[in-house]
């Protein structure tokens, strides 16, 4: 079955440095996003991405963050300037088109700040 | 703010027994719900998704949908230890926007 990839598993940065989060989505689908998870927190909604332009961020998603799509396969997050409190797992999800179509969310990327 | 509410749990079920799950949701624009199940340091994984009013059905999972009511739940019969883990519920307004997620349902199931 057809499944979103997420690299790294697991990222240690030091705080004020730049993290770049991998993901490969689903190869037929369109609709791409990036949630977080704090620890023992709910999954939040940071953006959502088509035709490779953003259609929706949360108050989250600030300057320090930013998503592309450099080629026809991945999907990446950029964190700029990292803080202790993006500490957090991060989550690629994907989704297809035609009506209302659910989201299949990568394994995850446990990005620690130190 | 829209908010998706779910009972943190722990959820306790003997095995083979009915496990129910509730959700709540406050807005009515909310057109799509999902349910997903998480593992400890794992990510969510989709159980079911329900659009209309009523029960959709899928193996030992019934997912309730009633809209007047604002009310998601989840049914898991002849629940088994395997079924232990969060479940999360989580809110659309429309099919690719994004998804408001509950702070998910311990469950255990009790062998």
């Known amino acids: 079955e057809p499944e979103v990839t997420q690299t790294p598993s697991h990222q240690v940065t030091q705080m004020g440095q730049e993290v770049i989060l991998r993901c490969v989505p689903i190869?037929?689908?369109?609709?791409f996003y990036w949630y977080r998870q704090i620890l023992g927190q709910k999954v939040e909604f940071l953006v959502s991405?088509?035709?490779?332009?953003?259609?929706?961020k949360s108050e989250i998603f600030d300057d320090q963050f930013s998503v592309e799509r450099p080629d026809g396969s991945n999907f990446t997050l950029k964190i700029r300037s990292t803080k202790l409190e993006d500490s957090a797992m991060y989550f690629c999800?994907?989704?297809?088109?035609?009506?209302?179509?659910?989201?299949?969310f990568g394994d995850g990327t446990r990005l620690s700040i130190l | 703010q829209k908010e998706v509410e779910q009972n943190s749990g722990p959820l306790s079920v003997p095995e083979g027994a009915i496990a129910s799950l509730n959700c709540t949701y406050s807005d009515r624009g909310s057109q799509s719900f999902f349910w997903y199940r998480q593992y400890s340091g794992k990510s969510p994984e989709l159980i079911m998704f329900i659009y209309s009013n009523g029960d959709k059905e899928d193996g030992r999972f019934t997912a309730q949908l009633n809209k007047a009511s604002q009310y998601v739940s989840l049914l898991i019969r002849d629940s088994q230890p395997s079924d232990s883990a969060t479940y999360l519920c989580a809110g659309a307004n429309f099919g690719n926007e994004k998804l408001t997620f509950g702070t998910g349902t311990r469950l255990t199931i009790i062998p």
């Open positions: 991405f088509y035709n490779n332009e953003i259609s929706e």
């Open positions: 999800a994907s989704s297809g088109t035609g009506g209302r179509q659910p989201q299949h």
């Open positions: 190869s037929n689908h369109l609709y």
